[in-house]
Every structure is written in structure tokens, then in C-alpha cells.
């Protein structure tokens, strides 16, 4: 299976320059799955909830789910990213993911970021595996990584890789990604933006090393953190099938789920 990332600079607002730089980016690769940041068709740094309204998507009948659904059947793949939703006026930090057979499902973040607090609802679509030409997939979006309940909570249910799209400002994951993926033997596409975001007395600088992490804890591929990227590699989605690390510990089986806290 080839899987890969698209890593770039939104700029915010400009939503056709994002999406065609999506389908400039896709053109002429050769790819099975593709991971797009989080809030990749508009850019991250909000300062006022009409923004977010008049910025945010019905999924799967809005623009961008309808464009990423044409451009994965042109291409023949499946292609994960980051969107604000809107859905009977509540609004959503989510991601959807399409096919060649068009809309698939979507996942609405669960641990949201600093003033995303003031401009989205906490998501309530849970962990949800979808099942893609027989591989288990999960998606996750940005600051669910501190959280490793909500990756152990997917790769418990089965998941082979987690679709992770982020606009990271800490400087932590890259590195934590390599334990996820270790301690719940998945692999890991981290789809992270660049650039520098100055919005109305907000800053954010974006981290880049957009990375795909295997289930034994190798960077496989990275970005630098300031670069148009894109990176595509072939893996065995069976490596993520297997638990155990000896005869004796199986890391799954052996969880001492009697001790652990609830
Ligand atoms: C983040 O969750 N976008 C930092």
C-alpha cells in the first residue's frame, strides 16, 4: 500500500488557492492514501465565530468534500483531511475522508486547542474504524495526540494506521508519534502544516516534519519544518497485525486492565 502526506502553508481564508494547491500538489503522484492537515481548506487562526460560520462546510455536501471526492476518483486513492464543519449550526473541527467511490465518513476532534474552545463543539463521533481495500483505518486530529487513550481507543479496535491531521504549534509530537506507534504496534501518517499565522493579535507558527512513523517506531519519511512537501512510501499494512514483541508479551492480551484507572 502507498500512503503518504501533503505538507503546505494554508493561507488563511483563500480557500480555492488551498484546494488547488491540494490538486497541484496530487497531479502526477502515484498513491493508494493521502493525509491532508487539519483545517487545510481555510487555515487555522479564527478570531471571531462569524468567521467560522461563513468558513465552515456541510460534510459531505459541502465544496471541499465534494472537491477531495472528485480528485480521489481522478487519482483512484483515498485521501484524508482536516475541515471546519458546520452541521445544523453547531460547528465542528473534522475530518473526512473520501475514496474513489466518494464520501467514506467523517471524525470530529474530541480534545480541542486553546480558542478553538471559543469557536467549535467538543466532537462526539467517538473512534470509528473505517475499512479501506481491507486496511483498518483511524482518523485523529492535532492535540488528540496528547491523549493516548484516543489512539490506544482506535488501534484497540483494530486499527492498522491512524490518519493523524494536525496544525501543530508545541513542538512534541514528532518525537511522541515514535511511542504511539510503538506501544500500539500501528503505523502513523502525521499530516502537520508550516508557516507562520498572524491574525488580529494572534500568532501561530506551524511546525512542519510532517512524518510517517512505522509500528516498530522508525520515522520512515519526514519533511523539513518550512517546505511545500509531499512524501509518498510503500508499507505492509499486515506489520500492524501483530502484537506481541517475544513469546511472552503480547501488548495487547497482556494489558492489566484490573489495575488500570477508569
Ligand atoms: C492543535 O490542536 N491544532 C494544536
Known amino acids: ?15 480555492e488557492g488551498n484546494l488547488n494547491h491540494v490538486k497541484d500538489a496530487l ?50 486513492l483515498f485521501i484524508a483531511g482536516g475541515l471546519a464543519e458546520v452541521s445544523e449550526g453547531r460547528l465542528f473541527n473534522s475530518a473526512v475522508l473520501v475514496g474513489p467511490d466518494g464520501y467514506i465518513g467523517k471524525y470530529r476532534k474530541s480534545h480541542l486547542f486553546f ?14 474504524i473505517f475499512n479501506i481495500n481491507g486496511v483498518n483505518v483511524g482518523m485523529l486530529i492535532c492535540f488528540d495526540w496528547i491523549f493516548p487513550e484516543a489512539m490506544r481507543t482506535l488501534a484497540l ?11 501543530l504549534v ?9 511511542t504511539r506507534a510503538v506501544e500500539n504496534k500501528v503505523f502513523i501518517i502525521l499530516s502537520n502544516r508550516y508557516g507562520t499565522e498572524k491574525r488580529n493579535g494572534r500568532e501561530f ?19 523539513l519544518a518550512e517546505e511545500d512537501d509531499v512524501k509518498i512510501i510503500e508499507i505492509n ?26
Open 170 to 178: 508545541l513542538p512534541f509530537y514528532q518525537i511522541s508519534a515514535t
Open 27 to 76: 497531479e502526477e503522484i502515484d498513491a493508494d492514501l493521502i493525509v491532508l492537515p487539519e483545517l487545510f481548506n481555510t487555515g487555522y487562526t479564527f478570531t471571531d465565530i462569524k468567521e467560522v460560520h461563513e468558513l465552515s462546510e456541510d460534510i459531505p455536501n459541502g465544496r471541499t468534500t465534494k472537491f477531495l471526492s472528485e480528485l480521489a476518483k481522478k487519482h483512484n
Open 237 to 262: 499494512p499486515e506489520e500492524a497485525r501483530k502484537k506481541s514483541i517475544n513469546e511472552y508479551n503480547d501488548l495487547f492480551k497482556m494489558r492489566r486492565t484490573d489495575l488500570y484507572f477508569k
Open 115 to 128: 480558542e478553538e474552545n471559543l469557536w467549535f463543539e467538543p466532537g462526539e463521533t467517538g473512534f470509528q
Open 205 to 223: 507558527r506551524f511546525t512542519g516534519q510532517s512524518e510517517i512513523v512505522s509500528p516498530k517506531g522508525e520515522i520512515l519519511v519526514q519533511s
Open 1 to 15: 500500500m502507498k500512503i503518504g502526506y501533503v505538507q503546505f502553508n494554508p493561507e488563511f481564508g483563500n480557500v
Open 157 to 167: 479496535k483494530g486499527a492498522d494506521l491512524i490518519l493523524h491531521m494536525t496544525n
